[in-house]
């Protein structure tokens, strides 16, 4: 399951699934992939599926381990990550020295064990106000879901989780 970071960073008002759809089919990936974000429908330890949690490893674009597997990021350490292990965006930038991405956080709108934090995340990601609130992780802990809370003007990371696997035809 491949982890990536859209192409540009986004404030609390967005439509991050479509993003991740376009972005995803623009760069050639055929998978399906989904904002990691918690939203009003889904918490986001369920956005992968259900087959696919356990028994596929969590990797960057280019195919480098970042998990052992999706449930592993919801253990409740955080989401605890080798950060010597670049997260890339789609068009293959390193969102860690890119300077596309000034402020190294990404958003979640989440608890550490990946269920929806409803005062904290935008207004399930239809505001941009100063005073409403988003949860969202500095990248530098090493953690995808730590636990801070951000006014959703700010212009974070956003990343996307191929949420079903499809293998290779013909492969």
Known sequence: LHLVALNF????????DFQCFQQAQLAGLTSTYRAFLSSHLQDLATVVRKTDRSHLPVVNLKGE????????IFDGNGGQFNIHVPIYSFDGRDIMTDSSWPQKV???GSTANGIRLVSNYCEAWHTAGMGAMGQASPLKTGKLLDQKVYSCNNQFIVLCIENSFVSDPQG
């Open 106 to 108: 990404i958003w979640h």
């Open 65 to 72: 381990t970042l998990f052992s597997n999706w449930e592993s």
């Open 9 to 16: 960073p986004l404030s609390g008002d967005m439509r991050a």
